[in-house]
């Protein structure tokens, strides 16, 4: 059951079937755009005027604006000193969805504690890194974004609505003639890149057409236009406005990808056929667009589990697309490991077919259930998926060369998580700080969320004891506001950069600027680059 179609349950159901869903190891959608845009609370349905009653700045609807302002803020960087000029052949940007500093911090200590250790001396392998910044995630239309437009910001380098992906913030939700026109619609780093003749691609653990990974290649004023039945689900025709999987396999950049891994198999297949993880299809269509993607790429080859992921002849496949589920992937901690590719296992593939090309690559990586565990306010699913993310990017750096690989690292937004209450060192992150309790004398826990479905409140509105609850990695965390789920944050996030150039992420930008930095290191795009410095130096 999708999330906006039981919107109406009372939370503990809602609950239940959350917990129920993680337990049985399937990741259930819970983004809302009622929700997001701020029409559940003002009782507003689909419409493609200013429905969302969030205000745009009139300037910030102009792409040029934030064009500029990331001009300016990698101008105030090339004033510093530059410790060199070189180039980065090969970009990989890793983006922890839902990865606020205290989730971070909260992996660091679960990392520590589970080697056996207090756990805060402890560091992942990102935090290692020479350089450092913060990120400010806001959106055109909001505070507190989402992973659309956010999307939009880390990969095509401007700023846009909230829900919105690859379209300038002239595009109000849901308004298909405005997503269409020329004038409104954004390139990604993906496409620049292929411009430049790199090889390019990403992998998540959510699916091919969600949010953060559809920034590289689709264009759409409504997130959830994942499928034709969708966009019809929507109001809109969808012979009219293209669906998100339709315009990855033949639409560019996206036909383009030489690697595409993730779930949501869904997507692409007609309801009349079950797809190879035994569910029917979602298409209304009734057009296979694997079967099209084939066709298309003559050595093309499509996996769906581990073992044909892993005994893949990458040098004699044009391209590579790996549908793992229906739709979004298992937590890791729920996974069947003889089944569902890791995704350090997705990184190594991925890198090892993207590097055939000489000259080189840009790879987008996603840790996508991170944010799910958040949402979930399970915060042991959230740690856990950050822990396999860290992961990956150790593997990614070892597995490349640092004078001609950079490596960024990134949120794309923030989760209501807080680690408070001066617990002493070593206090299971996962459990009660026994170091002070209430003012009815109940330790509370370590972990909080500020929403969320549980409150853990007695017949008189007084907290329960949590002894006999927290501690389980799927326990579900305490939270303040009685929400079905959890809601995302607005503060800065961290960006970790190593490699060409990596000197440049530091200090606090605009997280559109960090496409346009990356496109300066690895010369693509038709902004600032480092070749041109180069070049007048000599």
Known sequence: ???????????????????VGTALGRVQEVHNVLELTGQKASKLRFSTDVATGKYTPPEEMDPQFWYKLADEEIAKRLQLPQPNSDKAKNVIMFLGDGMPL??????????????????????????KFPYSGLSRTYCANAQV????????????????????????????????????????????????????????????????????????????????????????????????????ATQLVTQTPGKNFEVMFGGGMGKFLPKTIKDSHGKAGERSDGVNLLSRWQGIHDKGVLVTNRKQLLNLDVSAASSIIGTFQSGLMDFHMDADPTYQPTLSELTEVAIKKLSHNENGYFVFIEGGLIDYGNHYTQAGYALDEALEFEKAIQLARAMTNISDTLIVVTADHGHAMSIAGYPGRGTPILGLNQHDTDINGVKYSVLNYAAGPN????????????????????????????????????????????????????????????????????????GKQVCESSRRKT
């Not at 349950?9 to 609950?15: A, D, S």
């Not at 944050?489 to 600027?513: K, Y």
Request: some cysteine.
């Open 1 to 19: 059951m999708h999330f906006s179609q039981r919107r109406w349950l009372h939370p503990i159901v809602l609950f239940l079937l959350a917990f």
């Open 102 to 127: 205290s989730t971070v911090t909260a992996a660091r200590i679960l990392k520590g504690q589970r080697q056996g250790n207090t756990g805060e001396e402890s560091s992942l392998s990102f935090e």
């Open 145 to 244: 974004p989402d992973s659309a437009c956010t999307a939009t910001a880390y990969l095509c380098g401007v700023k846009t609505n909230i829900i919105s992906i690859g379209v300038s913030a002239a595009v109000n939700f849901n308004n298909c003639t405005a997503s269409q026109d020329p004038a409104n619609r954004l390139t990604s780093i993906a496409e620049w890149s292929q411009n430049a003749g790199k090889s390019t691609g990403f992998v998540t653990t959510t699916t091919l057409t969600h949010a953060s990974p559809s920034g590289a290649y689709a264009k759409t004023a409504n997130r959830m236009w994942q499928c034709d039945t969708d966009v019809t689900s929507y109001g809109v025709d969808a012979s009219t406005c293209i669906d998100m």
């Open 455 to 526: 409150q853990y409140l007695d017949e008189h509105g007084q907290r329960i004891p949590l002894d006999d609850i927290l501690g389980p990695d799927d326990a579900i965390s305490p939270s303040y506001i009685d929400k079905e789920i959890g809601v995302h944050s607005g503060e800065d996030v961290g960006i970790w950069a190593s490699g060409p150039q990596s000197h440049l992420f530091t200090g606090v930008m605009q997280q559109s600027t960090i496409p346009h930095l990356v496109a300066y290191a690895s010369c693509v795009g038709s």
